[in-house]
């Protein structure tokens, strides 16, 4: 069964401060993977998602993730978060192919500090 | 970008009554639509697969006969949960895809509601 695990629960980091939330899966066989983020009294949006070629995606508000298949990874980062980036994110991951079940990690809480 | 409604927002219900909860997809067509658990300070779990014209899949350990699924429409899915207890008090919300499957395909973006908050007293 394909699972999801993120590291890292809640994060406190300072306006400028370098964002890395690490997000790892199960799952043997070929995936698309999935970032969103959940702002306070808002609903889950998309931020990126990777289905295949580059690696290294581009989100939107300065976001990327980096696909790294041999450590089953897809850690999200941004090199210097705001106030305004201060959310819940969740890494989800459903199987290739007929299936857009979304199966989710447990998220992280970022709060920014100003 | 595509938007998913869900109404209502919050409940607050006695225990033994039944709730429905609508999930609609305002400007696009959605023959599958999902619908999550999310439990304080834990992920969303996948309950059901809701589908237009068919049964809804459950996933494992999810009773079908307390959560009650109807795709009505293209538009359209419903939650009931009937015969509510406190345990079953959670924020629900659903999800639907777009793309020119129609949902199918799991490289389809999805869209998801802003839940609903149900407690039961």
């Known amino acids: 069964a394909q699972s999801v695990s993120q590291h890292n629960h809640h994060v406190i980091l300072s306006e400028a401060a370098s964002l890395e939330l690490g997000c790892n899966y199960s799952?043997?066989?070929?995936?698309?993977l999935f970032w969103y983020v959940q702002y306070p009294g808002q609903h889950l949006q998309l931020l990126l998602k990777y289905f295949s070629g580059d690696p290294l995606v581009k989100g939107i508000k300065g976001f990327e993730a980096e696909f790294i298949k041999s450590k089953f990874s897809f850690n999200l980062r941004k090199p210097s978060v705001q106030w305004s980036d201060t959310a819940e994110y969740f890494c989800a991951v459903n199987a290739y192919g007929a299936t857009n079940k979304l199966i989710f990690g447990t998220g992280t809480l970022l709060a920014v500090q100003p | 970008g595509a938007v998913v409604s869900q109404h209502p927002s919050r409940v607050i219900c006695k225990s033994g009554t039944s709730v429905k909860i609508e999930c609609r997809s305002l400007d696009f067509q959605a023959t599958t639509m999902f619908w999550y658990r999310q439990f304080p300070k834990q992920s969303l779990m996948l309950m059901a697969t809701s589908n237009e014209g068919s049964k809804a899949t459950y996933e494992q350990g999810v009773e079908k006969d307390k959560f009650l699924i109807n795709h009505a429409s293209l538009t359209l899915s419903t939650l009931t949960v009937t015969s509510a207890h406190p345990e079953d008090s959670s924020f629900y919300i659903c999800?639907?895809?777009?793309?020119?499957?129609?949902?199918?395909?799991?490289?389809?973006?999805?869209?998801f509601g802003p839940g609903t908050r149900l407690t039961v007293l």
């Open positions: 999800s639907a895809p777009t793309g020119t499957s129609g949902g199918a395909l799991s490289t389809d973006t999805q869209y």
């Open positions: 799952y043997g066989g070929t995936v698309n």
